[in-house]
């Protein structure tokens, strides 16, 4: 239900249904279920997203699920011997023990996922700038056997070597002698072209497939001891126990100059058999899929790393998203959500079927495929030292679930208590009839029964009037309650000040029944006074009111009266605050706006009654007897009342300017046919044959006076040709003769000869500017370049020009708008 504002009485529907109904523990506190936070059994344990390591915990999940190259981590000797320090937390010094102890806590780990920063922080990576996933792989690799090299442990020296390390050979065959060159290399991971490609092994077959060496690119042959033809190829020699296929999405784009993404499908089996693709077939080369790592995204330089692996002890198949780990259902490789996860585009093939034990994929970026076993999966034991640490931080787990658990419960506990206190408190809150009562804000009631929200000390100042008391006004926004409730509210949180029985202010409510009544006979009065202007006014007993104010005087009447009880509401201030800043503003605002007072809007600038009388109309006595009563200031004209001789003598003057002016522009256009018309305008880039001699105007001059002949009544004459917005403040020419052909050419206006002599008899001639045909013609390299009468004056010509023709412009700018202003407002 709603609570009904106006009725300080009902205390319903202010949020006392958290507090009424079923209990709900999980509202007394924002702690999340630490048992959440644990693995789960039989569960893998997730890897903490640093910003943008996603590509490193794909990895290290991977690398996890390798059990040969735990168990060989493992064996690594530690720098804290067989037992871990039991003062301190324990640190490990190397990326190897940084490894083991991350393998460690993935195995045994209580956590629902670790927090790999130290391993990443060991790396020197930027956790929030994301690598290359593929170059981080070789790189990790190679810094991994070196480290490992260096052990005396045969099995853990060479466990890169063994699971990831295979050989294959750059042959080279002279086609003029039959000479066979090789040169043996090692590889950790198989790079493959996919471009054009849709199958795996089709992108095997291209990596192994034969080069003609011919042209420029021939081979120098030992044996001839010349460059001949021949042709390359690479054979595969051995290979690893894990086979690492790096498909090559991210290519360097030769046009863009950035690298780019191939969204090309790939198929790819989960059996391998690399036999045909052995030089000496003699062995069992059958591969099983136990990896495959995604890149969801279009660029090559942002989007997410997600890795799906196979557990080697039980087949099954998860797929590992940083702190989240799915299994899927079946023990069978599911890829289709992570391709759906792919932006479409307009070149994007449609996904090819699949067979039974073949996948294909858009977003695979790395297969990983390891031997055929033959025989059972190890069983990897943690060290004891590890299991130590291990332990350890198991511990400080549980002892985190543990105290969380007791911050839940001691919320829950103090909960039910502020329950059962306020369920009382709510319960005692209405005031009985003829006991004793306080007001207090709705607001802070309401914050006191928002738990999310601890209530502050009550503050009734925002409902005081002027006299310091409850304002009949904000009784809307108060409530009224039980004397014992206030006591213990006022005792627990204070504030102030209280607001019993008596705090509601007489005053005000003596003046808000005042002005009621008035706004209720000002509907009266309205009614009247309109059946009293349908009467038609004899003789001389009328008074003029303005139209404008008849027509708003009802508004104006009511507008009167909410500004008294404004007054009264914000007398001292104290009702907010803001009230003064707004008072302030609002007399700012009527400033401004300049709205003129009742009957105002018919008196003319000297005072006196206007002389337009389509503005006012003649009201009877008795109708300007109850306006008065409603605006006892505004200004009294009698029927009889004279208007303003000032403004009747202005008003005969102007209709003789209107017509002086008229005249004027009349002479002005016929004198200056060509020159209004903007016709047969010459020229200073082609100098006309017919004078010798060109007058230079401003062209606002020019535009101005053309206002003036077309509206005459409404624009100023125009009485001097003003040139001397052309001139410098020394009083040179502002302008070259190369810029008035070009830049410079909307600023004057040329005049021919036969004109200047009209144009000097019609305006007043300030300055004279001419230009003869000498020097346009290029008499000397100064004369051709500035204007004979009056000339550029030296220090313009030492490099003010440029600074004086923005002036100039600004002040040109200036003037049109100052003259917009001035006639559109009719000064």
Known sequence: RRNCRGNPNCLVGIGEHVWLGEIDENSFHNIDDPNCERRKKNAFVGLTNLGATCYVNTFLQMWFLNLELRQALYLCPSACGDGAPKDTDYEPQTICEHL??????????????????????ALGLDTGQQQDAQEFSKLFMSLLEDTLSKQKNPDVRNIVQKQFCGEYAYVTVCNQCGRESKLVSKFYELELNIQGHKQLTDCITEFLKEEKLEGDNRYFCEICQSKQNATRKIRLLSLPCTLNLQLMRFVFDRQTGHKKKLNTYIGFSELLDMEPFMEQKNGVHVYELSAVLIHRGVSAYSGHYIAHVKDPQTG???????????????????????????????????????????HCSRNAYM?????????????????????????????????WCNEMAEMRKQSVARGKIKHEEVKELYQRLPAEAGSPYDFISLEWLQKWLDESTPPKPIDNTACLCSHGKLHPDKISLMKRISEYVADFFYRRYGGGPRLNVKALCKDCVVERCR????????????????????????????????????????????????????????GNGKMNGNAQNKDESNEEKREEEEELNFNEDIICPHGDLCISENE??????????????????????????????????????????????????????????????????????????????????????????????????????????????????????????????????????????????KIQKLFVVDHVIKIT???????????????????????????LLCQQQRDLREYTQATIYIHKVVDNKKV
């Open 316 to 358: 099954e198949w998860y797929k590992f998203n940083d702190e989240e780990i799915e299994k899927m259902e079946g023990k069978k490789l599911q890829l289709g959500i992570e391709e759906d996860l792919a932006e479409p585009s307009k070149s994007q093939s449609r996904k090819p079927k699949c067979g039974k034990g073949t």
């Open 367 to 399: 297969l990983v495929y390891r031997l055929q076993a033959r025989e059972k999966s190890l069983s990897v034991q943690v060290p004891a030292f590890l299991q130590e640490l291990v332990e350890r931080d198991n511990c400080k787990f549980e002892e």
């Open 515 to 570: 002005i009621l009544r008035l706004k209720n006979q000002l509907n009266e009065d309205y009614k009247t006074v309109t059946n009293l202007l349908k009467m038609t006014v004899k003789g001389n007993d009328g008074f003029w009111v303005g139209k404008a104010s008849l027509r708003s005087w009802r508004q104006l009447a009511l507008e009167q009266l909410n500004e008294q009880d404004e007054d009264a509401e914000h």
């Open 100 to 121: 083991q102890y991350l393998f460690a806590l993935l195995q045994n780990s209580k956590r629902r996922y670790i927090d790999p920063s130290g391993f990443v922080k």
């Open 616 to 757: 006012r109309r003649v009201v009877s006595k008795e109708a300007w007897e109850k306006l008065k009563q409603y605006f006892p200031k505004a200004p009294e004209f009698p029927n009889n009342k004279e208007c303003c001789s000032q403004c009747k003598i202005l008003e005969r003057e102007g209709e003789e300017n209107e017509a002086l002016h008229k005249m004027m522009a009349s002479e002005q256009k016929t004198s200056l046919q060509n020159l209004f018309h903007d016709k047969c305008r010459p020229c200073l880039g082609s100098w006309p044959q017919e004078t010798d001699e060109l007058y230079i105007v401003s062209q606002f001059f020019v535009e101005e006076w053309r206002k003036f002949v077309r509206r005459p009544t409404r624009c100023s004459p125009v009485s001097s040709i003003a040139n001397s917005v052309l001139l410098c403040p020394h009083g040179g020419l502002m302008f070259t003769f190369a810029s008035m052909t070009k830049e410079d050419s909307k600023h004057i206006a040329l005049i021919w000869p036969s004109e200047w002599e």
């Open 773 to 799: 045909r000498s020097l346009a013609a290029g008499a000397g390299p100064e004369s051709a370049c500035y204007a004979s009468e009056p000339q550029l004056c030296p220090e313009c010509r030492e490099g």
